[in-house]
């Protein structure tokens, strides 16, 4: 009798507490794809790369049971330097032209959910680094010049060009066809106010700084 009752409690417990597993899916990790992303070469200036751009994929591992979903347009997709490069909703990854270095790419998930099976409270996030490679003119370009913006005092502020190829918060360099008169605007921020410029073919009060960038030229910014 006992040996009945032990058998039966058994078949309960593979019916009906086994499969309660399958309820318990989880996201444990992102994976984004590709994990690494260039633009440009040493050769070309920053701004002709505006527009490359590449479609990123975010693949999420999960566990009960092991599987892995494209789940690119369930994350939240960001970059942390968005001067740099932009990613939108879908994943798209773009280069504006406008700075050079390296960014990181994010892909978050901030509920945890697959379908009708959820972990709520849970973050996951995935990352890839997306680069723009900076213009030094190797490689016989010869027909390019930088220029580079410096910042000084203790305020804040920005600074933009015309034409296109400077869009900065902080010290930055950009590539411009030589001879070309570059126009650096500088405008102040959080309460600062604009203090001068040097080094540039304008007055250093004028918050416009014209440069005729006939060769590598560097600038400097203050804002107090």
Not at 114 to 143: L, R
Not at 148 to 164: E, I, K, M, Y
Request: proline fraction near 4%; hydrophobic fraction near 35%.
């Amino acid at each position: 009798m006992i040996r009945k009752w032990f058998s039966l409690t058994l078949v309960y417990a593979v019916v009906f507490l086994i499969p309660s597993c399958g309820h318990e899916q989880q996201l444990i990790g992102i994976n984004i794809q590709p994990a690494v992303q260039t633009f440009g070469s040493s050769t070309t200036p920053v701004s002709a790369n505006a527009g490359s751009s590449v479609q990123l994929r975010a693949l999420g591992s999960y566990i009960h049971p092991p599987v892995t979903k494209d789940i690119t347009s369930q994350v939240a997709w960001a970059s942390n330097t968005p001067d740099m490069v932009t990613v939108n909703s879908t994943g798209l990854l773009t280069a504006t032209g406008q700075s050079c270095g390296g960014s990181l790419v994010s892909a978050t998930v901030t509920t945890n959910n697959s379908g009708a099976v959820s972990s709520t409270g849970a973050i996951v996030t995935g990352y890839m680094t997306a680069n723009v490679t900076c213009f030094t003119g190797s490689g016989g370009g010869g027909g390019e010049s930088t220029l580079a913006v410096t910042f000084q005092g203790n305020g804040t502020g920005t600074v933009t060009s015309s034409p296109l190829g400077l869009s900065c918060a902080g010290s930055c360099i950009g590539s411009f066809a030589s001879g070309t008169l570059v126009t650096l605007t500088a405008a102040a921020n959080n309460g600062s106010t604009f203090g001068s410029w040097q080094n540039c073919d304008s007055p250093p009060t004028n918050p416009v700084c014209t440069v005729n960038l006939t060769a590598n030229r560097v600038v400097v910014v203050t804002f107090n």
